[in-house]
């Protein structure tokens, strides 16, 4: 049986892993250059602890038991999670009410060890909190991670599983014949007995080609601020939430950075690629953060950046299955926490009534890649003996050495932003000033190409036109 899943986001890459599970030939199909590029690139890394979502939508369903499932792939595939926990904090007694109706709501939907918690314990957890607070709900199950990464580990686990990756490989339509369903691609055209649509953005346009109705999408864009101030809160730090959504939060990150935001803006469906920035949405970050933690320093900024959600007018999940396609449409917040448990039933609603067997010899695991950085010294002098490219740092900021960059690239990594987003290098204070010319030396020598080839991300981002004196 033939497989195949349409994008690599933090949704298509668990689909298809969980697919390599059972004996079944999966395919994935991505139009970008890289996996986890589209909507999985540029979001908050929360895991939320599923308070939020109403009792009865498909959200509810699948976020609390998304998050508690990120603990175990996690260990699998080496990604880092921080249980850091959240707090929402209120400022008056109609906040409070609003609390109490998230703590109902959490209980209902399943969520562990959720709690409203005083004025001063919530200052005990987050010292740099406003004075103003009155009550704050405590959710120590929510937690933060860098997305994309998940993402790329799951892909790669699925390949070395046996899936098939098709980078650069846009699916235009999906076109049925008899049992089996053909991918119109940009490579050429494609044959599999079952479909499943994660395209993102795209879904919704993907699914009415194929003859399926849903619900249409648009872009809903959140723009950040990325902020290098030491020790600034502990935990995701959100404001009551309102009918526009979550509001604007501040968290960590687990590359030791703050992120602020988001905006929430909508956009018109013709506007899926619009990431640009606004001083209307910049200062409209700054205001409501500083309500929350008064201490913010914006001159500690590193860099601002939009990403986009897929919204519909039902602000829920849509899971359609239509014959042996399955359409993924409107995974928008919570669909980083809810992503696992989505894949594990998406992949028993399409197997079900095959006579399909778990495979025994399906491995888990992702090898581990050194991390410097967060080594011992003990560990840190063995791997340099054992590779001196790991003793030659090469991203100042971070920390990211030579045996790491190289290590990107036998992974997969072909532009610079495939490096940044594997290792972290160019993502620091100086955001590549220092180190993106020793990198693209790195890349021209393991690829063996020149350096106006070597490119940011998309095929026409070229970095340079020529040889540089």
Request: aromatic residues 6%; charged residues 30%; hydrophobic residues 40%.
């Amino acid at each position: 049986m033939k497989v195949a899943v349409i994008g690599s986001g933090i949704v298509g890459s668990l689909v298809a892993r969980e697919f390599t599970k059972y004996d079944v030939d999966v395919e994935m199909f991505e139009k970008l250059p890289d996996v986890g590029w589209g909507i999985t690139k540029a979001n908050s890394g929360i895991l939320h602890a599923g308070y939020d979502d109403e009792p009865g939508t498909v959200r509810s369903k699948y976020c609390a038991r998304g998050n508690e499932m990120y603990d175990k792939l996690s260990e699998e595939l080496n990604f880092e999670v921080k249980r850091i926990g959240s707090l929402v904090v209120a400022f008056d007694d109609e906040d409070v009410k609003k609390l109490e109706e998230l703590l109902e709501r959490g209980k209902t939907n399943g969520v562990k060890n959720l709690k409203i918690i005083s004025k001063i314990e919530a200052l005990e957890i987050e010292p740099n909190l406003s004075r103003e607070i009155v009550a704050a709900l405590y959710a120590p199950t929510a937690g933060i991670l860098a997305p994309w990464e998940a993402a790329q580990a799951a892909v790669e686990n699925a390949v070395e599983n046996g899936a098939k990756l098709h980078l650069s490989t846009e699916v235009f339509n999906i076109l049925e014949s008899g049992r089996e369903y053909t991918l119109k691609t940009s490579k050429g055209d494609f044959t599999f007995d079952i479909v499943v649509n994660a395209a993102g953005l795209w879904a919704d346009e993907l699914a009415e080609k194929a003859g399926v109705k849903v619900t249409p999408l648009h872009p809903r864009k959140g723009e950040y601020i990325l902020l290098d101030q030491p020790s600034l809160v502990r935990t995701v730090v959100f404001p009551t939430p309102s009918e526009a959504g979550k509001g604007i939060l501040v968290l960590p990150t687990v590359h030791d950075t703050f992120l602020l935001g988001p905006t929430s803006e909508d956009l018109p469906p013709t506007e899926k690629e619009n990431t640009t920035t606004t001083p209307e949405g910049i200062s409209k970050i700054i205001k409501n953060v500083r309500k929350l933690v008064p201490g913010i320093n914006i001159s500690k900024t590193i860099r601002t950046f939009a990403g986009l959600r897929p919204e519909n007018d039902i602000k829920d999940f849509v899971i359609k299955k239509e014959g042996n396609m399955m359409h993924l449409v409107a995974t928008r917040s919570p669909g980083l926490s809810s992503a696992p448990a989505i894949a594990e039933d998406v992949v028993h609603m399409m197997l079900d009534g095959y006579n399909v067997s778990l495979r025994k010899d399906f491995n888990p695991y992702c090898k581990p890649v050194p991390k410097v950085a967060h080594m011992s010294d003990e560990e840190r002098e063995k791997l340099i003996k054992s590779n001196p490219a790991y003793g030659r740092v090469v991203c100042r900021c971070n920390k990211i050495t030579e045996g790491e960059i190289v290590d990107a690239i036998k992974h997969g990594a072909r532009t610079l932003d495939g490096i940044k987003f594997r290792t972290t290098a160019m993502f620091g204070r100086c955001q590549g000033s220092f180190c993106t010319v020793k990198i693209m030396n790195i890349m021209k020598r393991e690829l063996g190409t020149d350096f106006d080839e070597i490119r940011k991300n998309l095929p026409n981002s070229k970095v340079v036109d020529g040889d540089v004196r």
